[in-house]
């Protein structure tokens, strides 16, 4: 019946132009999302890109800052070390003063440090260079400033290396060159760093 193959024909016709059109919707569809996949996915990777390149900057920054902190700690601990040193030195210099000058620095610095006059003078073991001689020589001094004059050399030995401590009554008076040089470090420290360290470079 040549009336319904007609019908079927323009069915047929009609059903393969909504699949085209359909098929034509749905590709256009996948194409705009591909792209917009492609697009997200390239500003995803630019995002991560950056943030990496921001967190690796930082890491490196913090790197950089503690390898400075390091090497700070670094040099101070080794100008301490130097510092140190030097005043080790100075303590080795003073107990080795020969006695043409050791003696006349010690009966300087015994005249200054005595208070009353009658204080025992306590040594350093082995000391023999502070003897009955220089005490009475410090004495005679004490005596003309109108004091006792009556320093008396102690048998009871110090745990110093140099220089002598004055006792009367339990009171100490500390004049070991230990003593004298940590209260001269406190003042001329910075000044010792500076001619170790030329330049500010501790």
Known sequence: MPGIDQILETIMSTARQEAESTLSDALNRCEMIRRQVEADVAAFGESMEKTTRSQC??????ADTQARLGRGRERLAVSQALIGEAFERALDALCALPEERFVPFVEGLMQKAAVTGSERVITAPHETRIDMALVARVNRA??????????????????????????????????SFEMLLRQLRTGIEAEVAGALFPGGEV
């Open 57 to 62: 900057e930082e890491i490196e920054r913090r």
């Open 142 to 175: 004490l005596e003309a400033r109108g004091l006792p004059g009556g320093l008396t050399i102690s048998p009871e030995k110090a745990s110093i290396r140099g220089g002598f401590l004055l006792e009367e009554e339990g009171v100490l008076t500390n004049c």
